[in-house]
C-alpha cells in the first residue's frame, strides 16, 4: 500500500496514456486482418494483404493524398498569421487588443457545427464555389486559435532582455529576430503548427459542410463504413499514428541533446 501511495501519481498518468492509446492499438491490431465480409469488426485471420496494398481501395489514397495537401497549406497559413497575432498581442498595446484576445478563443468555445454552418452562409453568400479553396479557408480560421494559443504563451515567456542584449551587441532588429527571438519562439511554433497540421487532417464536421463535391480521408472513412470498412483504413491510421509517435520521438531526442550540449 505504501508503494501505490508513493507512485499514485504515476500509476494513474499510466493508466490515463493506456486509456487513450489503447483505440489506436485496436486500429494497428486490424490492420493485419483478413475480415470474409465488407466490415473489418471481428477478428479473422493474420494477414499483409492491406499492407501490400495500401491503396487496393477506389479513391481511397487520393482522399489522402487531398487532406494531406489541405493539412499542409493550412498549417503554413496558420502558423504564419498565428505567429504574427501572438507577437501583436504580447508586445503590443493597441485599441481593442482586449477584445481580440477574446475573440481569438472563440473558434475554440464554440461547438464546430456552429462555425461549419456560419461559414457555409459566408461562402455561398459571397458566391463562393464550394471545394478545395473553401475547405482551406475553413480549416486555416478554426486552426488559427489554436496556433495563437500556442505560441502566445512561448512569446509571454519570453525575457526581453536577451532581445535588449542582442541590441547593446550592435545586432539589427532583423538580425535580433533572426538569432534570438525567432530560436526562442520556435518550441510554441512548431507546437503550434503540429497541432494545427493534427486538427486540419481529422477534421470532418467543418470539411462536411465547406466540402462541396470534394472528398476528404475523413469523408472518405464516414462514407466507407456505411457500406463497408476495408482494412486499408486501418493500414493508413496505423501509418500516420507511427509517423505522429517517431515525430514527438524525435523531438524529445533532440531537445534532450541540445540541453546535454548546452550544460556541458
Known amino acids: 500500500m505504501r508503494w501505490i501511495r508513493r507512485n499514485l501519481v504515476v500509476i494513474a498518468g499510466l493508466l490515463t496514456l493506456a486509456y487513450m492509446i489503447l483505440p489506436n492499438v485496436v486500429v494497428m491490431v ?3 486482418n483478413k475480415p470474409n465480409g465488407r ?3 471481428a477478428w479473422q485471420q493474420f494477414s499483409l494483404d492491406a499492407w501490400k496494398d495500401p491503396c487496393g481501395v477506389a479513391d481511397m489514397c487520393g482522399s489522402l493524398s487531398l487532406s494531406l495537401q489541405i493539412a499542409a497549406w ?3 497559413g496558420a502558423t504564419i498569421l498565428g505567429t504574427m497575432i501572438s507577437f501583436a498581442l504580447v508586445r503590443y498595446r493597441f485599441r481593442a487588443r482586449g477584445a481580440i484576445n477574446s475573440l481569438i478563443f472563440l473558434p475554440m468555445a464554440m461547438p464546430e457545427v456552429v462555425m461549419a454552418a456560419s461559414l457555409l452562409t459566408l461562402f455561398l453568400n459571397m458566391g463562393a464555389e464550394l471545394g478545395f479553396w473553401t475547405i482551406l479557408i475553413a480549416h486555416i480560421m478554426f486552426c488559427l486559435s489554436f496556433v495563437v494559443t500556442a505560441v502566445k504563451a512561448r512569446v509571454m515567456s519570453m525575457d526581453p532582455r536577451l532581445e535588449e542584449a ?3 551587441l550592435y545586432a539589427g532588429p532583423v538580425q ?3 538569432r534570438v527571438t525567432l530560436p526562442i519562439a520556435a518550441p510554441g511554433i ?7 497540421f493534427a486538427l486540419s487532417f481529422d477534421d470532418f464536421i467543418i470539411t462536411n459542410f465547406n466540402a462541396g463535391s470534394t472528398v476528404t480521408f475523413p ?3 464516414w462514407g466507407s463504413a456505411q457500406r463497408g470498412t476495408p482494412v486499408q483504413i486501418n493500414v493508413i491510421g496505423t501509418a500516420m499514428f507511427v509517423i505522429a509517435v517517431l515525430v514527438v520521438v524525435a523531438g524529445q531526442i533532440i531537445t534532450n541533446r541540445r540541453r546535454k550540449t548546452a550544460t556541458a
Open 190 to 196: 512548431a507546437a503550434g503548427a503540429l497541432l494545427a
Open 74 to 76: 493550412a498549417t503554413l
Open 219 to 221: 469523408m472518405f472513412v
Open 166 to 168: 542582442a541590441g547593446d
Open 30 to 32: 486490424f490492420s493485419f
Open 176 to 178: 535580433t529576430f533572426l
Open 39 to 41: 466490415f473489418n469488426y
